[in-house]
């Protein structure tokens, strides 16, 4: 288990969250986790003034830039990966009828071993249906993923939303402990592949829509549109929790709530979502996910209504993946004179196990900003168009002795379109 050190140069990034709104040429207060409902007239802000807002937000985008970049270079990550996930309200809610939201978000999510644990796993045979216990060693996994998520609303009450990833990833470890080299010191494999993801469809229905409140609930399925066959550089399947896909379809059922504390000032936010995906043809079952945030958004400039500052707290839980395999353990020198040597079988029969060196548990604060570059600038290429950005800083991790998610970053851009005219 892993406490984040507070000494963190890290923790002096002022960086502050962007759920996304929905600005229209009348300059609307209401942003997108609350219930701004009242509409102030748009009037053209004096040149000096507009000229203020624009310094303001080139310093606050250096900054986040500034003081992300030395984490952003020297991150690392490892097998079996993750993505980070934050709230932005653009993606919950149900957009009015007619109006189309797109969201596109960049991604960085590192991965590497925490203090105290060695990166020793099982390996994954997913191919051959074997679990080979102590047979990896753990070195480090980066993510990349670009979402594009569109969000249209059918009625005022019902949406949809498509949610299509492309990932990048690299992954290294060592592979053949008690098997490879002239000590049994196994040899360094590493792994890279790009392509789509599994895509993510989902009906929302706004449950309680007033002035100041809304609950979403949300129902998605995972469609396996990743790819499931991607070969590390020795020429071997890669394990399936590294894959872009899963393999199989996902159930997704969750919930959004949001309040608005104080009228064109502060809302709370609360996001839950469970996710089930089935055993894939491979014998291979991903474990159940849970998530919770909670959060809150402010204006802190009563004269600055583009500017949104945001904290949310995220949980995670994942439960132990599942396979359908024969169960191993390398060779170690106790087993001399077959080590280095072929693993050693425990149980030939292919039955349901456990993978022990999966599930993880992990707590982390997302703090971040968004600014709408409507309020900003008068144009039609600004119009319903916001930038965000995140940092999300992990505060307690728990990941079984494998690779833990490190400090993230997300970037966004989302803008809206009314197809429809109510």
């Not at 690392?76 to 709230?87: L, N």
């Not at 932005?88 to 109006?99: E, H, N, R």
């Not at 590497?112 to 990896?136: E, F, K, M, S, Y």
Request: with cysteine; proline share 6%; glycine share 10%.
């Amino acid at each position: 288990m892993d406490l984040f050190q507070p000494s963190s140069p890290v923790l002096l990034t002022v960086i502050f969250v962007i759920p996304s709104e929905l600005f229209r040429r009348t300059r609307t207060p209401k942003w997108s986790d609350g219930g701004w409902i009242k509409k102030i007239p748009y009037e053209k802000e004096p040149a000096p003034y507009m000229a203020v807002k624009r310094s303001l937000l080139a310093c606050l985008l250096g900054f986040a830039i500034i003081l992300a970049w030395p984490a952003v270079r020297t991150a690392e990550a490892a097998c079996g990966a993750v993505t980070c996930f934050v709230v932005i309200g653009s993606q919950q809610q149900v957009p009015q009828a007619g109006l189309l939201t797109f969201n596109t978000i960049y991604n960085y999510t590192p991965m590497r071993l925490l203090d105290g644990t060695n990166g020793v796993i099982p390996a994954i045979d997913q191919a051959n249906r074997r679990l080979i216990l102590d047979h990896h060693q753990e070195i480090r996994t980066i993510t990349q993923t670009v979402n594009f998520d569109l969000n249209y609303g059918i009625t005022e009450r019902l949406g949809v939303q498509v949610t299509i990833p492309y990932l990048w990833r690299t992954h290294k470890h060592i592979d053949g402990l008690g098997e490879e080299g002239a000590n049994g010191e196994g040899e360094l494999v590493p792994f890279g592949d790009n392509g789509i993801g599994d895509m993510i469809i989902t009906a929302k229905y706004n449950v309680l829509s007033t002035l100041r409140s809304m609950v979403v609930a949300g129902f998605g399925v995972q469609v396996p549109t990743g790819s499931t066959t991607a070969r590390d550089d020795a020429g071997e399947i890669m394990e399936s929790p590294t894959q872009l896909g899963r393999g199989n379809v996902g159930l997704i059922g969750s919930v959004y709530q949001t309040y608005e504390l104080i009228p064109h000032r502060l809302n709370q936010f609360f996001y839950g979502s469970y996710r089930h995906t089935f055993r894939n043809n491979d014998g291979y079952q991903f474990g159940d996910e849970y998530n919770l945030n909670l959060g809150a958004n402010g204006v802190p400039l009563e004269k600055a209504p583009w500017l949104v500052l945001t904290g949310q707290f995220h949980w995670r839980y994942l439960v132990h993946d599942n396979i359908s395999a024969s169960l191993e353990r390398s060779a170690t020198p106790a087993d001399a004179p077959d080590f280095p040597g072929e693993p050693i079988v425990i149980d030939p029969a292919i039955s349901n196990r456990s993978v022990p060196s999966t599930g993880s548990t992990y707590f982390a604060f997302s703090p971040g900003f968004q600014v709408s570059l409507e309020g900003l600038i008068d144009s039609p290429l600004t119009r319903m168009t916001s930038l965000y950005f995140y940092s999300q800083i992990p505060i307690m991790r728990d990941s079984n002795n494998n690779l833990a998610q490190g400090i993230s970053y997300i970037f966004g851009v989302t803008r809206s379109f009314q197809l429809l005219k109510s």
